[in-house]
């Protein structure tokens, strides 16, 4: 990709504002986001950089003395969170609820977790709620947590009044949590030379007061002043009416001055915390009609088309405003769609499989395009209808132009570069079905270059720009790759049953595996027929306990191991994904010998490329 020379003599008047650059300012494919449970399949991620986890405290700690880092009855979080990690993740676990043993009379799982006979806005009024995070940065660090949030929207006042921090309260929890995170800096410094980040907890209602109060508490309560965290962390819906407050439809991010609102919490943060990030972890639509987050009809288009622009414009709303982090609520639909934000995500439940909405193909198609991209600028044209968005990589060598239509009436029209010293530029468009846009060449004629414009974004990029990103891969397994007991083939005959990874596997609890019943340890090899780059391997556990181990022959002709699963779970799926791809023409399966207690069972594999 080179400089795309554009020349827009009349509009160079009229050039908008610009954003500078913030050095702490991730790039825009980076900046993305999703909220998840740990249940999202890990190929649907790849529609973000960053990854909000819903995290219950009282999975890890039932009691007030019992930890449980892999809850038999959720999944190994250590393994989960270095799979996200593998796969070029940043991951933000959020912790939340209040566990059962920490209740009193008139509080719920939403109340504040404060000691008890504590004082609400002290830091020591939070010792067992920041121990819990200090150990849940040691225990999951080595999985490549960097960030953890310590609550969610801790100012929602619909929980009750003990469910609803003060700003004091608020800046005293984050002390605590940000005081027991520093201590880790030197125990971990191999994993985290920086220590941790303390995001804190998401406010319902962003509000520049309640941030102004927790930095006047940090002045009068901490030495020098430091605010207790490391980001700034909003929620914000676009709705007709105000945050939270009997919301009634959802409006477009341009209606709601979406960039403008934000912006003046950019500021805010430049001025107050110039150290610190800025995020909005939590935004969308709903695609139910009746739901008061939920779209209005618009004429021609369906609500799921309108979902997804509305969902890209936000996030280039949001960029422009000069956000850090943009994390969208959420990748799946859950629980009853006639409840607000069940409907909000971009995946669906189709029969039992998960399906993409519309709209994950147009997240999925804006992070590829926006790959290493900043915004610089805007330009301002004679339609007030119009925007075109200016963004270039790091070293401003390559650009990239994002225009719509800023309406809700399904505008069209056109708009002309006049374009100088190519032939040719290249349009990448959103399209149902296409997880990487669709790509066009357009010539550039004598006066430029004329686009069709919508209000669905499109983005102009020079000619030789290239969007062809790695992409995981599933190989199919055939009975010939086999080498081992014949019974070793029960490990491959649902290949054609779905791909986990993506997750749309059709599953039967009836299906065969390949079981050890002898007292000793017994192998088979899969043989690929030539070199592959393995990326990952899912194990589908069923029946029994029972180890299984799996090597790799790496390049120097020596068997490596790379998993030992105990398979003592029922009916899931286990990943192992890894950062590098490891080359390899083969792997060898071991199934542990049968025992009293324990009977080693695969019930599948599956295996993954990156090309």
Partial sequence: MRRLLIILTMLFPLIGWTQSLNPMQPSFDQMMGVNITYKAPLGRLGVAGTIREFHVWSWNQPQPDVEDWNPQDHID???????????????????????????????????????????????????????????????????GIQYIENWNEPDKDWSGPLATFKPDELAAMCSADYNRLQQLKGDLSNQRPDGFKLVMGGLAYPSIPYLNDMVEWSRQNRSGGVVPFDVINLHHYSNIAAEHKSPIKGISPEEDHLREKMNRFVQFRNEQMPSKQIWVSEFGYDTWVGSTQGIPVIAGQSIE??????????????????????????????????????????????????????????????????QGMYFRGDIKTDDPDLRIYH???????????????????????????NIKGQSI????????????????????????????????????????ASFTQKQIKRMILTPDMIEGPDEARAMIDEQNQGDPFMGNFIEHKSASGWTNNVTYPINAFI?????????????????????????????????????????????????????????????????????????????????????
């Fill in 305 to 370: 088309e309108t979902q997804g622009q509305w969902i890209v414009r936000s996030f280039l709303e949001l960029s422009a405003a000069g956000i850090d982090r943009a994390i969208l609520f959420a990748l799946s639909d859950a629980g009853d769609p006639k409840v607000r934000y069940n409907t909000s995500g971009l995946l669906k439940d189709s029969a039992g499989v998960i399906a993409p909405k519309r709209s994950w193909y147009y997240v999925s198609a804006l992070r590829n395009v926006m």
């Fill in 391 to 417: 963004f270039s990589d790091a070293s401003k060598q390559n650009d990239l132009y994002a225009l719509w239509y800023a309406t809700s009436r399904g505008k069209k029209g056109s708009f002309t570069f």
């Fill in 77 to 143: 979080f250590g393994k989960f969170y270095a799979n996200l990690t593998a796969l070029g993740h940043l991951t933000v676990p959020v912790i939340q609820m209040t566990p059962s043993w920490m209740l009193r009379p008139l509080m719920n799982d939403q109340s504040v977790p404060i000691d008890p006979d504590a004082l609400k806005a002290t830091p020591e009024g939070f010792k067992t709620q920041s121990y819990f995070i200090k150990r849940f940065a040691e225990v999951y660090g080595n999985s």
């Fill in 527 to 611: 043989s690929f027929h030539g070199r592959i780059p393995l990326k990952g391997i899912y194990l589908k556990d069923t029946y029994n306990v029972g180890k299984v181990k799996i090597y790799y022959w790496d390049e120097t002709g020596t068997w490596k191991q790379i998993i030992e699963d105990p398979m003592s779970r029922f009916f899931v799926w286990n990943p192992y994904f890894f950062k590098t791809p490891l080359t390899t023409d083969r792997l060898k399966v071991i199934l542990d010998g049968k025992t009293k207690t324990e009977t080693s069972c695969l019930g599948e594999i599956m295996v993954y490329t990156e090309e």
């Fill in 425 to 464: 530029v290249r349009v990448v468009s959103l399209a149902n079905g296409f997880p990487m846009g669709e790509l066009t060449d357009h010539p550039v004629a004598e006066n430029g270059v004329t686009l069709n414009i919508s209000e669905r974004p499109v983005f102009m990029v020079s000619a030789s």
